[in-house]
């Protein structure tokens, strides 16, 4: 059986990048994910590819920025998979780009209820955005991977497995972690 056969897997920010890979990993491990993005082209492209595979998936057009448009999306995911159960994950992972400001989550008020609540903490990885960043600073993209101790940018897809680790039983214990998967750059 697949790890999470018989799930459903939210995705926000599901039409690229790590968003996107992560939503392929799911599928893949057997879940039926909800794709929400604010481009529906990339999202529906997504959806595309995990069909193509043989996965189950659905998209429903986001912005996260929007509280409305958050509540559909978990509308959607409902009525979409009211044969799969209930939400079981939810990746958080939509960006924009722009100022850099603090989240705070109180993790000890979700983990009496059985949520667990982690964060992953990505450096440098090979995305559009990082190209964009990379244009912005007037540096060639190849140029960023000296942040990082292993010597190279990281890949969406291992963000993507530290994120279905995370969310599966294998991780049952851990809670309110914040993990670093940025190639040794806060190791420094």
């Known amino acids: 059986m697949k790890e999470f056969e018989g799930k459903v897997a939210l995705v926000t920010g599901g039409g690229s990048g790590i968003g996107r890979a992560t939503a392929v990993a799911f599928a893949r491990e057997g879940a ?3 794709i929400g993005n604010r481009n529906v082209e990339r999202g529906e ?3 595309s590819m995990i069909r193509e595979t043989g996965g ?3 998209f429903q057009r986001t912005d996260v920025m929007v509280a409305a448009d958050v509540e559909a999306l978990i509308e959607h995911a409902m009525k979409t998979c009211k044969t799969c159960g209930l939400l079981d994950v939810a990746f958080n992972n939509a960006g924009i780009e722009g100022e850099v400001k603090p989240t705070v989550i ?3 008020e979700f983990a009496a209820q059985g949520i667990r609540i982690n964060a992953v903490n990505p450096a440098v990885i090979d995305t559009e955005m990082v190209d964009r960043l990379a244009d912005g600073m007037n540096v060639k993209k190849d140029d960023l991977s000296t942040f990082h101790p292993i010597g190279r940018l990281g890949r969406i897809e291992e963000v ?3 994120v279905l680790w995370l969310c ?3 991780a049952s214990f851990v809670t309110g972690h914040s993990m670093m998967v940025d190639g040794g750059f806060t190791a420094r």
Do not use: K, P, Q
Request: cysteine-free; proline content about 0%; charged content about 35%.
């Open 32 to 34: 039926h994910v909800v």
């Open 45 to 47: 492209e997504t959806v």
């Open 106 to 108: 109180d993790d000890t």
């Open 56 to 58: 189950n998936a659905s």
């Open 160 to 162: 993507a497995e530290a």
């Open 168 to 170: 599966s039983e294998r």
